[in-house]
Structure formats: C-alpha cells, structure tokens
C-alpha cells in the first residue's frame, strides 16, 4: 500500500476527529430520527440496471429510502419513498448550476412528504434555492475506512466519507434502528464497467455525472487504478457497516438480482416479498 496515500488517510481521519469535537445545530437536529423505526423494515433501492427487472410497484406502503438521481425512475410516485439520500457535493463550485439543476429536478419528482438527507457542504445549495422547507437535513462525513476500527452511525457526528451513496444510506438507517434492511438495485459493478459509463445506473447519466468534472475524475481513476482502491474502501466501508448492524441485532438483506455485493446475506426480491 502507497505509504504517502496511507498517510493522508490518517490525516483526513485526524482532522475529522477535531471537527466532531463541536458539530452545529443542523448536524444535532438530526437526533430525532434515533431509534425511530426501531423494529421495522426498510428498502433501500440502488440505481444499477438490475432494478430494472424488479417490480417496484409491491413497495407501495412499505418503508422506502431512495438515493441520488433514483427519483428519475417512472414509479417514484408509486414507491413514494420516505427518504431521500443525496452524497455529499463532490464537485467544485464550477458546477454548482449543475447541482442546482440536479436539486431541482428532485423538487420536482419527489413526493412533497419525503425527507431528504444530504451532504453538509450542499447546505449552501439548498439554502439558496429554498426548496425541502423542514424536511431537508444534513451529515457530515470524512472519517476514513482504512484506518477506522468500526463505523460511525451516529448522524449527529461525522460518519465515514462517503465513496458511494450505499453506506451513507446505511449508516442513516442503521441509526434509525430499523431491524431489517433490504437493498435493491446495488449492482456496485461499475468498476468491471468503467467503459459503459452511460449504462452503469437505470437512468443512464444525471446532470452531476454527465459534466466535465465528472468525465475527468473517471477518467484519471481508471488510468491510475484509483478505480480498485475505491472498490476496496467501498467493501471495506461495508463490512463495517455490517458489524455495526450486527452489532444492534440489524440484519441487512441483499435482495440485488446479481451484482458485486457479497457481503450480505442474499435472498431474491420475489422471494423476500412472498
């Protein structure tokens, strides 16, 4: 392992330690979701091509949490999801209008009742369009996997920095108390697939990753082989995650037809809802 990567690998995670010393109110505010759906069970739908196949329509009336751009698929209405995850803004200020146009095609397709979660530094974002009046809230992420014992789940402190929008969901509901967790649609094979960049997610291409900045960090990671190391900080983050759960008695259930996520336990979707 390269001893200089490695390195600011505890410096990204020392610096975190400080800022989770003294979060503000709209990282706090976030205690009310604790325990609040201690015993239920939820569905965290991903953005891979295999949830195509699945008939979404059978989570009417369950307990939904989508992510990212997932609010383009046709039955966002059907699924009605409670909870909307959104990474962390990744890209610089450059691009804000394309985050904002990503913001606001989520205003426009989202249930007006589901709450979303974003990043800390999108808050800006929000803020100036003032769209998600008292149902947007924030986390903040950057303790680093390679050199973390365990995972942090508590939202109202930093969690791990976010390499896919999964284990930000996952920390989310694992600190709701939720006694399942189901996931569909978590391919996670876009590293086998870096070449079909425009057919790795069902919807093809958001205005986030559709842009420059985009283009070219893929681009430079899959030259360099940054590509594998976030692979394996994406496994890493989710066996974690999955002590964590374990942990609290939480089972996590992957119901993804097919796909890379060997981790948890499988059971097919049609299955699961018999």
Not at 43 to 58: A, C, M, R, T, Y
Not at 61 to 70: A, D, E, L, W
Not at 235 to 248: D, I, P, S
């Amino acid at each position: 392992m390269d001893l200089k990567w490695l390195g600011n690998q505890y410096l990204q995670h020392a610096s975190t330690m400080l800022r989770d010393i003294g979060q503000d109110s709209s990282v706090r505010r976030n205690a009310r979701f604790h325990n609040l759906h201690r015993g239920e069970r939820c569905f965290v739908l991903g953005s891979g091509p295999s949830i195509k196949e699945q008939d979404l329509g059978k989570l009417n009336g369950k307990i939904v949490m989508t992510q990212n751009h997932f609010h383009a698929h046709e039955q966002i209405r059907t699924i009605h999801p409670a909870y909307h995850v959104v990474v962390p803004k990744y890209q610089p200020k450059e691009f804000d209008a394309d985050w904002i146009s990503w913001l606001k095609s989520m205003d426009e397709r989202l249930p007006g009742e589901t709450i979303l979660f974003f990043g800390r530094n999108t808050k800006y974002l929000v803020d100036r369009l003032g769209m998600f009046e008292g149902r947007a809230y924030y986390v903040n992420t950057g303790y680093s996997a390679s050199v973390a014992g365990k995972a942090p789940v508590d939202i109202t402190r930093c969690l791990m920095a976010v390499p896919t929008v999964l284990t930000q969901c996952l920390a989310i509901a694992i600190y709701m108390g939720f006694k399942e967790i189901v996931l569909v649609g978590f391919d996670l094979d876009q590293v086998c697939r870096a070449a079909d960049r425009a057919n790795v997610r069902f919807y093809g291409l958001s205005p986030i990753t559709s842009n420059k900045a985009e283009i070219d960090v893929e681009t430079s990671s899959g030259a360099s082989g940054g590509d594998w190391v976030q692979q394996w900080m994406i496994w890493k983050q989710c066996n974690l995650l999955k002590e964590a759960a374990e942990r609290k008695n939480i089972r996590i259930i992957n119901a993804t037809r097919g796909g890379l996520l060997n981790m948890f336990e499988r059971m097919p979707y049609e299955d699961y809802l018999k």
